[in-house]
């Protein structure tokens, strides 16, 4: 039985559930069933790359039934509602609340491209012929089995974007690859943990470069020192349109001092992410931004500001002026205090531009001072979004209307968040009373979440201000009972959201919810963490998806509800009693029909056997049944290998395309893994072929895997084994990065740094000034990463533990690695002068080198249990310069030398004398038995 338009969805779920894979595919021939987790670094008007699709794919939907589920949440709700599906007939608002694509920075919500601080024209509109999607596929399908030419083969010139969120496999080379990436304008290598030398190679390369308009390099690991070259990088190029060094460590005012002058002379970035990178002084930086005229989104977030009150008054001059272009303002968490808000508000009179502001997190003295300046943003000429999350007052105070801030326009504000802000019924009165009815007919999207004090009637408060403008409502942590009264007597036309995620409410107050549901009604609605379990009740409810403490009988109402043609497309149990008798009904109600909606299920952290596991698979090996399900969550089980391995066996070849069976209860051998990879391997269609006993890298045709393939196999207990560690990559999860991290190096930003520099060679060329500032030569680097012939055999070492030592990575090297070497030098941090994990180990010979790298390519790398990265620095340095330095260099080697051997002479004294005492009390106690205890001497 087909899907039918009338019914509607109850999302009752676990508060520990897990979220399914934020890439499910939606299902075929259904509308999408979109299960992206908001991102919370990114406004709703900026979608990120995993959520985007749902802003792109919102408003084609209908009246269907679409079902949606939240991931894994706090106790305290986050800034924003837990799905971005929604339906209804006033999409139209959401669009604009939610309209950014984040695959091009050039566009930006609501800009206006006609005016000089607008956003350029999408450079990739037209071009995409498919060529991206392919390549992204391929991209994450790498792995040590595939032939690279089978990748180079997806590398056309209608590739825009380069995604690396982990490296290639060894065999494939990344030069070869970027050379075939003609038109390459998009490069994103966040969350690799690269280091800062790596870090600082890549802008370095980008200070030479034209083409790429997007860089992001979030979460790299990098250092204080690193925002030099965000400086140098922002002054020499001309086309970046959008940066994202988030998640690094750049300096308390150091990036502000690096990267502020740049603003007088650059003229072409548009977006600029700083979120959390340890800074708590942005003077500089926003002394020079009093005159920009082409930043249109900035994100501060996550930095402790030491003078919030000077750098608010920084930013209102800025904002205050008309040829001022900022759209978007991300300040969550920068240690706001009340009197900053405050002036922020009285900022907002002044205006144009502003689209969406974010200012959750910082602190609020009164509840008034929070209404004040909520009523200056509602007035606002253009804002359309504001996120007050978390702003919990000291003081609950009344709040009295300042004079002058009578409304005077129609707000455009769709999209209004104010979660933990200790409001109560009497403070939305008030704000009610003073604004007017119709104040806000714009608004689709109310976020009311963890405001224990507020009751139903602050709902009807704001219903009155939005005239049934409403699409999105979360009331989650709040006291519900008396809420299906309020949605029944009062018009909503287009609520299809409600959110009451472990809100106050009884089973009953749930049932009495379903006059309001389906039938061009609330079609999602979340009841996350609402104990249901052996309600009768909840059979009033169109659809009861239950998913709290519940055993296999109270499933029961759910399984009846699908054999009579309950159109499903997504079903969340996670996390409660169900076992395989509950597996049994659910599989038998599908196999009632021909074929079934129902896309998603999510059974993780239950009691399933692997009995189970087979019964789920008869729904798509039936031949009377055609199943849509493309994504099962099945981790935290007690499935055995054999029921891993019968869902491997059906996987990719049906419509099954994602698989998470992670972290199951039971014991697995390797043996056990490798049947489970032979398996999969051949229903996808990889070959291995072997040599001597051991599995040949590059031998494989990429198979024709679905789009968005993922399996996670992680945390089953058994060693993954040769053939788990060949197949491991971003679509195929296994243990294999427990022993090999899959990060890039320094040689990987190498060679992206030669590559942005227009280059064709994995040896990148350098300047002795670029080279210097790559590896801190004004600090503590070994001096002879200057002279050619001693850098070309230096390897480079990330990841250490910071309890490493010297002796410890040489004895390392020689006795487990074989190599033959000459120094060692560990970096330190400059501020604790501690071991930060990074080391420049000298090699004898190339001999020595070259056995370092395989010892790492075997998995082998680990000191004290962790894993590490070996790299080679291929590079050559042309310029004057590098002679003198040379020579320099020389010289500062040879005095280390021989301070080093005479330390090591004067260790092998010490420990000759200490042998030498220790063979005279051996000698001493023989001649005098009476002393052999050794108390006298």
């Not at 799905?83 to 939610?98: I, R, S, V």
């Not at 690096?258 to 603003?263: T, V």
């Not at 109402?557 to 497309?569: E, N």
């Not at 020595?848 to 590490?868: C, H, R, T, W, Y």
Request: proline share 4%.
């Amino acid at each position: 039985m087909g899907c039918s338009n009338s019914h509607a969805t109850i999302v009752v779920e676990n508060p520990l559930s897990q979220a399914a894979d934020n890439n499910d595919p939606p299902c075929n021939n259904d509308p999408p069933c979109n299960n992206d987790p908001p991102d919370q670094n990114h406004p709703p008007s900026m979608p990120t790359e995993d959520n985007k699709r749902s802003a792109t794919t919102l408003h084609t939907y209908s009246t269907s039934s679409v079902i949606s589920a939240t991931p894994e949440r706090s106790e305290q709700e986050s800034s924003r509602p837990e799905d971005t599906t929604t339906t209804g007939t006033n999409n139209n608002n959401l669009q604009k609340a939610h309209g950014a694509d984040d695959q091009n920075p050039n566009v930006t919500p609501g800009a206006n491209n006609n005016n000089p601080g607008g956003v350029s024209k999408n450079p990739n509109q037209g071009r995409d012929d498919g060529s991206q999607e392919w390549f992204q596929q391929a991209l994450r399908s790498s792995c040590l089995l595939m032939k690279p030419e089978a990748l180079f083969k997806c590398a056309t010139k209608n590739v825009y974007k380069l995604v690396l969120p982990r490296a290639l496999p060894h065999h494939i080379h990344l030069m070869e690859l970027l050379k075939k990436l003609t038109g390459l304008q998009e490069l994103d290598l966040s969350n690799n943990q690269m280091g800062p030398q790596a870090f600082r190679a890549v802008l370095l390369g980008l200070c030479h470069n034209s083409t790429i308009h997007t860089l992001k390099m979030a979460n790299n690991q990098t250092d204080t020192d690193s925002a030099e070259s965000v400086g140098k990088m922002l002054m020499a190029n001309k086309t970046l349109v959008c940066l994202d060094v988030s998640g690094n460590h750049l300096g308390t005012d150091y990036f502000s001092r690096c990267a502020g002058p740049a603003f007088n002379s650059n003229t072409s970035l548009r977006i600029l992410r700083c979120e959390g990178i340890g800074s708590r002084d942005f003077d500089v930086l926003m002394n020079n931004l009093k005159e920009n005229r082409t930043l249109v989104e900035l994100n501060l977030s996550h930095n402790g500001l030491a003078q919030s009150g000077k750098f608010i008054e920084s930013l209102a001059v800025w904002l205050g002026n008309s040829h001022c272009h900022l759209e978007v303002l991300e300040l969550k968490s920068v240690e706001m205090k009340g009197s900053d808000l405050m002036k922020l508000g009285e900022m907002m009179s002044s205006n144009q531009s502003l689209l969406h502001l974010n200012v959750s997190g910082n602190q609020v003295a009164r509840v008034s001072d929070l209404l004040q300046f909520l009523v200056a943003c509602i007035c606002h000429v253009a804002l359309s979004s504001l996120t007050c999350d978390n702003m919990k007052a000291e003081t609950r105070d009344t709040w009295q209307p300042a004079v002058g801030t009578k409304r005077d326009r129609v707000s455009r504000l769709q999209s209004l968040s104010l979660s933990n802000c200790s409001l109560d019924d009497t403070h939305i009165d008030s704000l009610s009373s003073h604004l007017g009815a119709a104040a806000v007919p714009q608004l689709a999207e109310l976020v009311l979440t963890d405001n224990p004090k507020l009751t139903s009637a602050a709902l009807k408060d704001f219903i009155a201000m939005a005239t049934g403008s409403l699409v999105k409502v979360s009331l989650a942590l709040n006291p519900v009972d008396d809420l299906p009264p309020v949605l029944t007597s009062l018009a909503l036309p287009n609520l299809r959201y409600l959110n009451l995620r472990k809100a106050k409410c009884s089973p009953a107050t749930v049932g009495q919810l379903a006059p309001c549901v389906g039938k061009g009604g609330i079609d999602t609605l979340v009841l996350d963490g609402i104990k249901l379990a052996g309600s009768t009740k909840c059979e009033l409810v169109a659809l009861s998806l239950a998913g709290c403490q519940l055993t296999d009988d109270d499933i029961t109402p759910v399984t009846d509800a699908i054999k009579r043609g309950m159109s499903l497309h997504m079903l969340k149990l996670a996390t409660n009693r169900i076992t395989d008798a509950g597996i049994v009904k659910l599989v038998d109600s599908l196999l009632k029909h021909k074929t079934h909606c129902l896309a998603l299920i999510d059974l993780m952290n239950n009691s399933i056997s692997s009995a189970g596991a087979k019964k789920l698979c008869e729904l798509f090996s039936s031949k009377k049944h055609k199943s849509n399900i493309h994504s099962l969550n099945l981790s935290n089980n007690t499935i055995g290998c054999d029921g891993v391995e019968a869902l491997a066996g059906i996987v990719g070849k049906t419509s099954l395309t994602s698989l998470q069976m992670s972290n199951q209860q039971v014991t697995y051998e390797e043996e056990d893994m490798t049947a489970v990879y032979v398996t999969l391997a051949k229903t996808l269609g990889w070959s291995a072929k072997e040599e001597s006993g051991q599995i040949m890298c590059g031998t494989s045709d990429l198979p024709a895997v679905s789009p968005g393939l993922t399996v996670r196999l992680q945390g089953l207990g058994g060693l993954p084994g040769q053939l788990g560690h060949y197949l491991d990559s971003p679509s195929i999860m296994t243990d294999s990065t427990q022993t090999r991290l899959p990060s890039l190096t320094l040689q990987h930003a190498l060679e992206l740094s030669s590559f942005l520099k227009g280059q064709e060679c994995a040896e990148c060329l350098l300047s002795s000034e670029e080279w210097d500032l790559i590896t801190g030569a004004k600090r503590d680097s070994p001096s002879w990463l200057k002279i050619t012939g001693q850098r070309d055999l230096a390897v480079y070492l990330s990841h250490l533990p910071a309890s490493v030592t010297m002796q410890k990575m040489e004895g390392l090297l020689e006795n487990e690695a074989d190599c033959s070497v000459k120094e060692v030098c560990l970096m330190k941090d400059l501020l604790t002068q501690k071991n930060n994990g990074l080391c420049w180990v000298l090699m004898e010979d190339a001999e020595s080198l070259k056995k370092a790298i395989e010892f790492m390519n075997d998995g082998l790398a680990q000191v004290f249990s962790q894993p590490f990265l070996i790299s080679q620095a291929k590079l050559k340095i042309d310029d004057a310069a590098s002679s003198e330095a040379e020579t320099r260099a020389r010289h500062d080697m040879e005095l280390r030398m021989n301070e080093r051997r005479k330390d090591e002479m004067a260790h092998q004294i010490l420990i000759q004398e200490s042998y030498r005492e220790s063979q005279e009390r051996h000698a001493y106690r023989l001649a005098h038995p009476a002393y052999a205890d050794g108390r006298i001497w």
